[in-house]
């Protein structure tokens, strides 16, 4: 499966069930020029023109840094932590390659780390109480056409290592 998402109201849902703890990973390159893209991941599947919902929310704004959601209706925040070990954990993705972006979840325990290619990213606060995460939404952040869009070439799900 190979899609490209160009402009505003692009999406993808992903209806796979519930699942209360799974691991989710989409392959993507990123190309020269790209505007940004919303990741939601819900229950339940969301409208186009609900823009708030979901328990799970991040993005990759257009320098390519990953910003995270901690509040309804707030702002996306740069990821810009260390690890236990130093290491700087927002460094941008680059264009010209493909990342691998995995995130797993705890609907129990309402929180989701975020993973790029191997690399811890940060970690989510679910926004919403959900019994479990069912559809995964892909969006851009393109006010208009963007014409090097989101690539997606594969997503997967499976039990969370």
């Known amino acids: 499966m190979l899609f490209k998402i160009v402009n505003l109201d692009s999406y993808f849902g992903w209806p796979e069930g519930y699942a209360q703890e799974q691991s989710l990973t989409s392959s993507l390159p990123v190309e020269p020029g790209y505007q940004g893209g919303y990741f939601t991941l819900s229950e339940y599947y969301l409208s186009p023109t609900h823009l708030q ?50 995130i797993d979840w705890d ?42 869009g989101l690539w997606v070439a594969s997503i997967r799900s499976q039990p969370r290592p």
């Open 53 to 102: 919902g979901g328990t799970f929310r991040w993005m990759l704004d257009p320098e390519l840094n990953l910003r995270i959601q901690h509040s309804n209706e707030g702002p996306y925040k740069r990821v810009e932590d260390k690890t236990i070990q130093g290491d700087n954990v927002g460094v941008p993705l680059q264009t010209g390659r493909w990342h691998d972006l995995r």
């Open 107 to 148: 609907a129990e325990l309402n929180v989701a780390n975020l993973w790029v290619d191997e690399r811890y990213a940060g970690t989510l606060l679910g926004l919403e109480n959900d019994r479990g995460i069912g559809c995964l939404r892909l969006r851009s952040a393109a006010a208009t056409i963007d014409q090097n």
